[in-house]
């Protein structure tokens, strides 16, 4: 069994930033994230025994200072927070900060604000509750529904495909012909190359091995891309959730990690996928148990 590793993985320097932060703040005392300061319960754990506490309702902050999650929050929502007087410290990635400007921008031109992402996601919420009425899209029935609009101003949360989020931008322009369709990019260059990685990799694997967090949607992302070109992909959060079933003994394996996944876990996937390889499955035996 070989095992490849993908070209640019793992944790991003907008979440390592966030993390290093918030450790720093719990050194001069107990400190509350307002939600989850990244999506990867490892890493959370961690923060967690460092005086870092996860709250997702202010009314439940018992500390003075409040972080802002790397993924941001909305200019309401921050004021909010310092009106009820808490100090606040803002963890946020500086693209995130970049999609938020943009999309200032576009709305203070004139256009229509319209955000490619999941309308349930913290990062988008803090997109858009600064802008009543912006529409969220995801998927082409979601353009589908947009109500007409003289002039659309679009960007994207920072951690979805590239790719797909060009398809919807000129699924509008095909729907709207009449429109100005304004489109700023600001997915970030750590999930374009991350991305761009997955693919290459999924393309000489047999099997792929995604890590990071459940709740974490470049994790997510990443998946997909890999099973576009891969029927064998695996999602764990830790090298204890590797099943040595996935593999047999002459399989290619990939391992790749979302922008959340610290190294240590990584390493850790990548030393289990090696122990189990010596008791892989041999390829007749898997090839069998497949057609079962």
Do not use: Y
């Not at 990635?93 to 992402?117: M, N």
């Not at 997955?198 to 990071?212: P, S």
């Not at 099973?227 to 290619?252: G, M, N, Q, Y």
């Amino acid at each position: 069994m070989r095992i490849l590793k993908a070209e640019s993985m793992g944790m991003c320097f907008g979440v390592r930033d966030a993390i290093n932060l918030a450790a720093r703040r719990a050194g001069d005392g107990p400190v509350t994230v307002l939600g989850e300061l990244v999506h990867n319960e490892t890493v959370l754990d961690r923060l967690k025994e460092q005086g870092v506490l996860t709250r997702h309702d202010p009314g439940d902050v018992t500390t003075p200072e409040v972080i802002i999650t790397a993924h941001g929050a909305s200019g309401r929502r921050i004021q909010s927070l310092r009106d009820r007087g808490f100090q606040v410290t803002e963890a946020t990635c500086p693209l995130v900060h970049r999609a938020h400007q943009a999309l200032d921008r576009l709305v203070a031109a004139g256009f229509h604000p319209v955000v490619v992402g999941q309308a349930n996601h913290v990062e988008v919420r803090g997109l858009t509750e600064d802008h009543p009425g912006c529409d969220v899209v995801l998927s082409e029935e979601d353009v589908d529904a947009l109500p007409r609009r003289d002039r659309f101003g679009v960007v994207a949360q920072t951690t979805q495909p590239i790719a797909w989020v060009r398809l919807l931008v000129e699924r509008i322009r095909r729907r709207f012909p009449d429109s100005e369709v304004r489109f700023t990019d600001t997915v970030c260059q750590p999930t374009k190359d991350r991305q761009k990685a997955a693919e290459d990799l999924a393309q000489r694997c047999d099997v792929v091995v995604v890590v990071g967090g459940p709740h974490s949607n470049n994790t997510r992302r990443l998946a997909d891309t890999c099973r576009k070109t891969c029927s064998r992909v695996h999602v764990v959060l830790d090298a204890s959730e590797i099943d040595p079933a996935w593999f047999l003994e002459t399989d290619t394996v990939g391992i790749t990690a979302g922008t959340s996944t610290p190294d240590s876990a990584i390493q850790a996937v990548e030393n289990a996928v090696r122990e189990h390889s010596a008791n892989a499955m041999p390829a007749a035996v898997g090839m069998h148990r497949k057609a079962a």
